[in-house]
T-cell receptor, first 111, second 114 residues
Framework: GQQLNQSPQSMFIQEGEDVSMNCTSSSIFNTWLWYKQDPGEGPVLLIALYKAGELTSNGRLTAQFGITRKDSFLNISASIPSDVGIYFCAGQETGRRALTFGSGTRLQVQP | SAVISQKPSRDICQRGTSLTIQCQVDSQVTMMFWYRQQPGQSLTLIATANQGSEATYESGFVIDKFPISRPNLTFSTLTVSNMSPEDSSIYLC???????????FGSGTRLTVV
């Protein structure tokens, strides 16, 4: 099935730094979603994007739905220790209700 | 968004046995999905659970190994049959509660097969 390329695989940053991660696909997606997963928990939805070009914020998080509908990015500004976790992008293709997930970005924040 | 209760949260099972995982949602939902997350990996869709009809399985997953029930619009079960250590994973239930905009996940079932 469709694969999403997510990068980077991991990041180790200092508290207060900004972070950026992105996902690309070879086909068009109708919806892009960004999730965070903490150890022992299921993924929690951070931001959902529904239109090409859409830019949406949720607190210190900002995500954009690429104009080509084949990519999306997530920015985290002024990182804090509780931002630690694994971030996944996910997309929904035309005619398919289930989500396809990226490989994840593991974020570590040094206090 | 919908609230999902998934159980058990974890289990350690013997090789060759089966485990049934339950997913209960606090509202009626059209579609429920079952995902597997192998250690250190991303989420892979196992199947879509349809109310009133058979589940739709993804390539690489078969009904004999992962039978699914969906008796009503708020409940589903996934059984992992004849388990082997390779089945050790986190199994996650997800629902699409608002026509594509409300994908929510349960907290998962961490399965270890010994």
């Amino acid at each position: 099935g469709q694969q999403l390329n997510q990068s980077p695989q991991s990041m180790f940053i200092q508290e207060g730094e900004d972070v950026s991660m992105n996902c690309t696909s070879s086909s068009i997606f109708n919806t892009w979603l960004w999730y965070k997963q903490d150890p022992g928990e299921g993924p929690v939805l951070l931001i959902a994007l529904y239109k090409a070009g859409e830019l949406t914020s949720n607190g210190r998080l900002t995500a954009q739905f690429g104009i080509t509908r084949k990519d999306s990015f997530l920015n985290i500004s002024a990182s804090i220790p509780s931002d630690v976790g694994i971030y996944f992008c996910a997309g929904q293709e035309t005619g398919r209700r289930a989500l396809t997930f990226g490989s994840g970005t593991r974020l570590q924040v040094q206090p | 968004s919908a609230v999902i209760s998934q159980k058990p949260s974890r289990d350690i099972c013997q090789r060759g046995t089966s485990l049934t995982i339950q997913c209960q949602v606090d509202s009626q939902v059209t579609m429920m999905f079952w995902y597997r997350q192998q250690p250190g990996q991303s989420l892979t869709l196992i199947a879509t659970a349809n109310q009133g009809s058979e589940a739709t399985y993804e390539s690489g997953f078969v009904i004999d190994k992962f039978p699914i029930s969906r008796p009503n619009l708020t409940f589903s079960t996934l059984t992992v049959s004849n388990m082997s250590p390779e089945d050790s994973s986190i199994y996650l239930c997800s629902v699409d509660a608002r026509g594509g905009s409300g994908y929510t996940f349960g907290s998962g079932t961490r399965l270890t097969v010994v």
